[in-house]
């Protein structure tokens, strides 16, 4: 969401918290798709702030075979005593909107 530029800070507040529909993504466009990637890293970035070095990132677009758009999200979560490197594995299939998140072991 646009926001004015003499309120710089409703970026940072609940009016921008979240993602957009992903069924208004055109998801077979690899531009779109990058779009999304920083859109969902930008969102973590604003409203997690455990969470640091935020990297999203899609091989490809919609993947045919299986009708869903697949993304990994890296991460470093700060936490006490020591920090944790994260690596969510997910899929959406945006005809369903079913969202599947499987962590990681690289």
Known sequence: METPEQLP??????????LEDIATIN??????VQLFCRKMEDTIRNFEPRIKSIKVGSKNALD???????????AILHASPDN?????????NPMSK?????????
Not at 27 to 32: D, P
Not at 67 to 73: D, G, Q, S
Not at 98 to 103: F, L, P, R, Y
């Open 98 to 106: 079913a969202v599947d998140v499987t962590e990681s072991t690289r």
């Open 64 to 74: 045919m075979r299986d009708m869903c758009f697949h993304f990994r999200v890296e």
């Open 27 to 32: 998801l077979e466009s690899n531009k779109h």
């Open 84 to 92: 944790e490197s994260i690596v969510f594995d997910s899929a959406i």
């Open 9 to 18: 800070l409703l970026d940072f507040s609940l009016l921008n918290y979240g």
